[in-house]
């Protein structure tokens, strides 16, 4: 029997909890006559889903930002920034990470449209979905961040439909927000964060300053 000059092994190697990579090896019997490593959808190990929650005003977006000035060119996302008219605050804006910036309203307390109220805020779905759902969808980068998922966000089908994709076949890391609740916690908030891959992290102003770091040095570490 003529002996081939090659043999094909195929190997999987668990690389994540949801992700593996297949390594095609061609090698010889008596020598190595074809060799041959084919990686498909490499993927760093583990996959972090990062939920930061806390009392509001304790610090939980200026994390977000300063962890996405640190990563740069390798972040996608939004942050939600407060709307401020001589000291009062009149509502949020949504507003996009990387280097072509956008901002939409995502509520106000005065407005002329009838959408859902969260307290004296009126939120402003299809504004928000201009900007957040093409943001989600176009994921491209290595880090995703949201900020916030939260009862406004809620508002949007189209949201929850992108952010339960994205928590679980998105092959990046994500940090994002969720309520500090005190009775139960929004039905999307309690799905994600029962996955898993995903960790909560309560912010204080005690460990609110070292948390930046803290995620940074971790991503680096598996990167």
Sequence with gaps: MTQPHYLTIYLSIYLSRSKLKKISCSLGFSTITKYKIQIVNWRKIPIMR?????????????????????????????????????????????????????????????????????????????DFETIAIPCLKAVGRQYLVVDEIGKMESFSQKFKQEIRKLFTEFDGDIIAIIPHSRGSPLP????????????????????????????????????
Excluded: W
């Design 188 to 223: 999307l908030v309690q799905e994600i964060s029962e996955l898993s891959n995903t960790e909560i992290i309560m912010v204080t102003k005690e460990n609110r300053d070292s948390i930046p770091t803290q995620i940074i040095n971790r991503i680096k570490n598996y990167s």
């Design 50 to 126: 990062i939920l930061l929650t806390g009392y509001p005003g304790v610090g939980k977006t200026t994390i977000c930002r300063k962890v996405s000035e640190e990563l740069r060119g390798e972040v996608t996302g939004f942050y939600t920034e407060e709307v401020r008219v001589n000291g009062t605050r009149i509502g949020f804006d949504i507003v996009t990470l990387g280097d072509n910036e956008q901002r939409g309203i995502l509520a106000r307390t005065v407005s002329q449209i009838n959408g859902p109220k969260v307290g004296q805020y009126t939120v402003h779905v299809t």
